[in-house]
């Protein structure tokens, strides 16, 4: 099968049977975020919560993207041996003109499961629907993101996100 031919639904039918240990299973947790997504109108396959994100990386059926900044990536943390396509650049978040062709250099395969994380979950969203209109037909943006929200303290980190979790993460 070509992947002009694949469904969204071959590329994870492979690890489908593998238990996330918690009664679910990576295809039960993907068709949850589609459906969501389908009830939502999103434009790309659908959102995860960092921890079903983390739970699908674990088990190997999904690879994890930070689009956030390098700067964002060095200063705040980043998950480790996670990819990085930035969406945007340097402290401006300067739109990436070139973000989909990076992606596409870098994660060749359009039918693979991509989960996508920037700050708070926005900008991914928008990386996932460009990814999305460029073929990649199972990318999934990563609700809550590396920080969260902003909270009414106009602070970050206790509203949500990777690091609130307590998920795996470094900093330079």
């Not at 469904?7 to 996330?20: G, L, Y």
């Not at 079903?52 to 900044?69: E, K």
Request: with cysteine; glycine share 8%; charged share 20%.
């Amino acid at each position: 099968m070509t992947d002009s031919t694949m469904t969204p639904n071959d590329a994870f039918s492979s690890a489908s049977s593998v238990s996330d240990g918690s009664g679910g299973d990576v295809a039960s947790l993907l068709s949850h975020a589609r459906e969501d997504a389908r009830q939502q109108q999103l434009p790309f396959a659908g959102s995860l919560t960092p921890v079903d994100a983390w739970r699908l990386v674990q088990l190997g059926a999904a690879t994890l993207v930070d689009v956030r900044t390098n700067e964002e990536r060095k200063f705040v943390g980043h998950v480790p041996d996670s990819q990085h396509v930035a969406w945007a650049t340097g402290t401006a978040l300067t739109r990436n003109p070139r973000f989909v062709k990076e992606f596409e250099s870098k994660l060749k395969d359009k039918a693979a499961v991509f989960l996508l994380l920037c700050r708070s979950g926005k900008r991914s969203a928008a990386a996932a629907e460009a990814l999305s209109k460029a073929g990649f037909v199972n990318v999934f943006n990563i609700t809550e993101g590396f920080e969260g929200e902003i909270n009414e303290t106009q602070q970050r980190g206790q509203l949500g996100g990777w690091r609130l979790h307590s998920l795996p993460w470094v900093q330079d």
